[in-house]
């Protein structure tokens, strides 16, 4: 039975962006953390700018708090944890439940950590689920569209965060080159113009990051010239 | 018995373009003993998807589906209708006759009610006798006025108010009839010099459905065509639409029914 | 091993429970929360004969329930002989006038019924209520025991219990039964819905598509299901898990946004089954209730092998004379109600109360029936290393394939408030595995 719903392959979609996105930017997060912690303290200002999230904290005390759990802050990683759990948890019969169950605990796992006095440790354990969540999907789903749907999320978010990060154009071109070889497999309408821009820009030095983030989340989302890939 | 010519014209404007529009529509006039179809010719714009059938009261609907954005939603139904005086319709579902012997939502018994109720006396006579009664009582009640109520106004509000228009007095006259438990449905449909639907009651004796008009206060001869049956007008509407979209609307409906020329009573 | 030792393994069941979200949606003061369902370890045990005398009687009442439907929206030959009033159908929020004439597929109208039940002190059960709209409950006790079975596989070894974890299968073969050719699916009203869990846990076990409203599509008198490349898959089965009021804005509620336009249009022509079937709520009213032994004569010519609760109707003027002598030792129900609210207790109102009741109950006998109340067999639960008698239900669940089959389980909801005897989800309670054992 290989039917999937417009309305499924888009939150399999954004359920692979949004764990991603957690991921990284709590990884990203650790590691700048412990340069906050003594020297490099208004470091985290600049952080915001590379994020595009404006900057509505008062001191890094306050950043480390709201940027990690504030869940009325939008940008919050609690907050696009909560929207991956949103994604995910409507996937029941898509995904599986034991695939599920690690982002049901990665849930908890952001909640232990908001109340407790060492939250970088508990973020890992937050990790360590999303890890387990990949693993599990790449393991256990069985349709080939669900797991590559998922995938592509991933690997979207995974180009639009580094170019947001201003990460190494050479680290940002082997992340494009995944990106070809995914889109084409997974049945979604996608802009080719959109993609041989973005093949085209990585290219070019001095890298445009804005034009690679632009390029990358457009490329779902334009109607002039949509055809579909094959499977 | 007459021939009449009818057309039922029905368009909805829309500001901005609806989609995924759904209608069900029973503007197609039935066979029975009181009127025999002679010709019919349905226009439905723009193209739909969809299909023929009956529902549970017997009507004939059409029904379907249009996916794509549109503006505008015309329905035109002409046709000619053979129609006969004095004959009652007989009813081949006797067994479904209790539904339409108790309240619905819209027919259900209030204090207004009471007292009309009250004041038509009409102890044991025949079912004819009886409707005449109550029809009386509800004309007598009313003043017809188009603009104060609504589709979903019930029997028990009109009466209250003690004005409304056709589907007022037919829902008010329901709800007397349903409280001595004689079955009784609505009746959509048209009527002979008016320029919009009309309603009016069937009363059931003996299987044999009795047309009352309580608007004009007479029994609905061959100047009626009857379009659509239910226990109360929200059965059974004769246009009905679903659609996705955010905006104004504007709906224009014509229904026009004239004698044929070449008649002859 | 001894079942008393399944309390150690509270926690790590607890935990997996939570684990998998088994989770139960409440709304109060206007919002949604999501709350764990709380599960005893616990099981109500059921032995083999006893369950067997349970079965037979669950398929016969079903069978009744069954063969009633039908009538009622076909030739209502129960109205005419005069064993139902007719009052009790048409007056009844239940009955559906759209449904007049609809055969479903196969003439399966109650798929799925949930028949709720309690054990009285004496042992003896009793029928509680009939719930052929759309009963929740199964997969909670079916992943409670998937949970058990690995925290403590001993125990599972040692006693001879009946696997429960087949019910996917059972309710596969249900829908695959009456289906009219092309996909099976399950309709969800979306993750607000209180049984949302249950809704995705089915979705996964059946392998059914899990839908909303609008992923499906009605064209061309057939029902299609969208995928996301555009193209249009048949569906021949839609087991929804929304109640006849918004299932068609075109055909019942127009406000209904989480419906299928039409669906009903395309059910009538037979060209898709709806699981269950609409219009069933003329069969599960309390008022209908009373009726069901006297179905179960005149549909079967049998005896009905289970009982119902000692019940009252007002509007017979003798059972009225009873109501009001005995009204202290009654419970009243108000028929247009569900899910434990509108149930008083004759002997909890005040005089004030009671006066005001029994003027609307003689202005309206026909929205009340009244029941003795059933002495309940107290079951234990295990609560902060204490065991405590708590009063508890089994709802037992019928599926309907060519014959009726009973799941050999059940869901047992108890109240969590010992002076309570409402046990309903929604009200706070709890629930329990059901062992049906097997020798």
Partial sequence: MAILSV???????????????????????????????????????????????????TSKEDFVRRYCFDESDPNSIYSNLMRAFDNAVVLREEIGSETLSYIQLAVYAMNKAKVSDAPLIHLQRVVDNIMAFWGMADDDIDRDCVRRILKLGKQVERIDIYARMKMAPKKIKKEVKRLNGQVGKTGLQYSMVRLAHLNYIVEVEPVDYDQIVEDVDQLFDEGTEKIVAGF | MRRLDYRYHMELLFEQPVNRHHFTLRCL??????????????????????????????????YGRMEKPHERFLVDVTGTVQTEQNMAVRDTQMHRLGMYRYPTELTAMGASLYKIFQKASFDGESIMEQGKYIMEAVFGHFCYEPGVTQVTTTAEEAAALGRGVCQDYAHVMLALCRQRRIPCRYVAGMLVGEGASHAWVELCDKGN????????????????????YGRDAGDSPINQGDFYGTTGQRQKVCVTVEEKQDSFV | M????????????????????????????????????????????IKKEEFTCLEKGLKQRVAALNAFIRDIYGKKEIIRDGVIPEEFIY??????AQCEGVLPPKGVFTHIAGIDLVQGKDGKWYILEDNLRIPSGASYPMIARTICRKSSPALFEQNSIVDNRDYAKLLRRTMDYVNTGGHTVI??????NAAYFEHSYLAELTGAHLAIGHELVAENDHLYFVDYSGKKELVGAVYRRISDEYLDPMNFNSESVIGIPHIFDIYRKGNVAIINAPGNGVADDKGIYYFVPKMIRYYLGEEA???????????????????????????????AEAGGYGVVFGSEMTKEEKKKFVSMLKEEPRRFIAQEVIDFMDIDIYEEGKLLPRKADLRAFVLMEEEPVVWESGLTRFSRNPDSFIVNSSQGGGFKDTWVMAE
């Fill in chain 3, 91 to 96: 007056m009844g929020s239940g009955y559906l």
């Fill in chain 2, 29 to 62: 006039p039935g066979e029975n003993e009181r009127q025999r179809v002679l010709t019919e010719q349905v226009r439905i714009e723009p193209d739909y998807t969809g299909g023929f059938e009956t529902d549970s009261f017997g009507n004939r609907c059409i």
């Fill in chain 2, 209 to 228: 459905w009795i047309a009352f008009d309580p608007t004009h206060n007479c029994m609905a001869d061959d100047r009626y065509i009857s379009i659509s």
């Fill in chain 1, 7 to 57: 309305e499924h392959s888009d939150q399999l979609f954004w359920l692979g962006r949004y764990s991603e996105r957690v991921y990284t930017t709590i990884r990203g997060f650790a590691e700048r953390f412990d340069s906050v912690m003594d020297v490099k303290t208004e470091e985290y200002v600049e952080y915001c700018k590379r994020q595009e999230i404006p900057n509505i904290y």
């Fill in chain 3, 2 to 45: 001894q079942i008393e030792e399944l309390y150690q393994y509270s926690d790590t069941v607890n935990e997996l429970l939570a684990r998998y979200g088994v989770k139960f949606g409440i709304y109060k003061n206007g919002t949604f929360n999501e709350q764990l369902f709380p599960f005893d370890m616990i099981p109500r045990i």
């Fill in chain 3, 187 to 192: 309709l969800t009203p979306g993750r607000y």
């Fill in chain 3, 305 to 335: 092998i289970l009982s119902n609760a000692p019940t009252y109707l007002p509007f017979y003027e003798e059972d009225m004379k009873y109501v009001l002598e005995h009204f202290d030792h009654l419970v009243l129900k108000d028929v």
